[in-house]
């Protein structure tokens, strides 16, 4: 089975790299962007029977940050 | 409006830092971890009427590496 987890620094974290994105996107000339806010996605190719509880417990041990930052998991 | 990017290494390109979370996965105990791909995910805050077409080009002149990277655009 196949699952996929977004990491995305809480709301009210400094997010410098997506901060970085959009002043690079201003300076190339797109217009309107205000706002970017960057994260990590991982692709997890498990064995079958993988529960989500387990997936969650690697996030919680170390995918995410949880003090700074939330997961979501996505199971395909 | 917002919308949210993808970018992934394209398959057949070597993921380090991938590999390191796979290894780290078994270390910490966890069983049939078999792949583990890491990726971007940048979420995009955008005046209302842009298009995808726009994204796009974000996505080829910065986002994305797209000699080694792949992109999938959501828009929210």
Same mark, same amino acid.
């Given at each position: 089975?196949?699952?996929?987890?977004? #990491?995305?620094?809480?709301?009210?974290?400094?997010?410098?790299?997506?901060?970085? #994105?959009?002043?690079?996107? =201003?300076?190339?000339?797109?217009?309107?962007?205000? =706002?970017?806010?960057?994260?990590?996605?991982?692709?997890?190719?498990?064995?079958?029977?993988? +529960?989500?509880?387990?997936?969650?417990?690697?996030?919680?041990?170390?995918?995410?940050? +949880?003090?700074?930052?939330?997961?979501?998991?996505? +199971?395909?």
């Amino acid at each position: 089975m196949k699952a996929r987890v977004h #990491v995305m620094l809480k709301d009210g974290v400094l997010d410098p790299q997506g901060e970085a #994105v959009r002043h690079a996107l =201003g300076s190339l000339g797109f217009e309107g962007v205000n =706002g970017v806010r960057q994260g990590k996605v991982i692709e997890l190719d498990l064995a079958d029977g993988t +529960t989500e509880d387990q997936i969650a417990a690697m996030c919680e041990k170390l995918l995410a940050n +949880t003090v700074i930052e939330s997961y979501r998991i996505e +199971t395909l």
